[in-house]
Structure formats: C-alpha cells, structure tokens
C-alpha cells in the first residue's frame, strides 16, 4: 500500500476525510494500542516476537 500515491488518487473524495482523520489521532481524540517501542538497531532481532503478539502495533523509533 502506498499512501502518496493514493492520496493522488483519491484526494477530491477522501483526502478532507482522512485529514480529519489524521487531527484525531494527533490531537488525542483517537489512540491506537502500541504493545512495543522498538529502537531502530534492534528491529531485526527484535521486531519477530513483537510482531508475533496478538494485539497491537509495533513502532520502530530511531
């Protein structure tokens, strides 16, 4: 999925909506679970048994 290029695609119908989107989340409205906070260096060893929990998203910082 490349968003850029959907974003082009789509810009007239959906872009005001995923702005809006995008301020929810940004602004604390809305929240995601994150189970782990992975620093870049250690994402290969790391990221497998992260990914591997049930629930949740993995970030990867730098």
């Given at each position: 999925f490349?968003?850029a290029?959907?974003?082009?695609?789509?810009?007239?119908?959906?872009g005001?909506?995923v702005?809006?989107?995008?301020?929810?989340?940004?602004?604390?409205?809305?929240?995601t679970?994150v189970?782990?906070?992975?620093?870049?260096?250690?994402a290969?060893?790391?990221?497998?048994?992260?990914?591997?929990?049930?629930n949740?998203?993995?970030?990867?910082?730098?």
């Amino acid at each position: 999925f490349w968003l850029a290029e959907w974003m082009r695609q789509f810009r007239d119908r959906l872009g005001p909506a995923v702005l809006e989107a995008q301020k929810r989340f940004s602004d604390g409205r809305w929240s995601t679970d994150v189970t782990a906070v992975v620093p870049l260096d250690e994402a290969m060893a790391r990221l497998p048994a992260e990914l591997a929990k049930p629930n949740g998203k993995v970030f990867i910082r730098p």
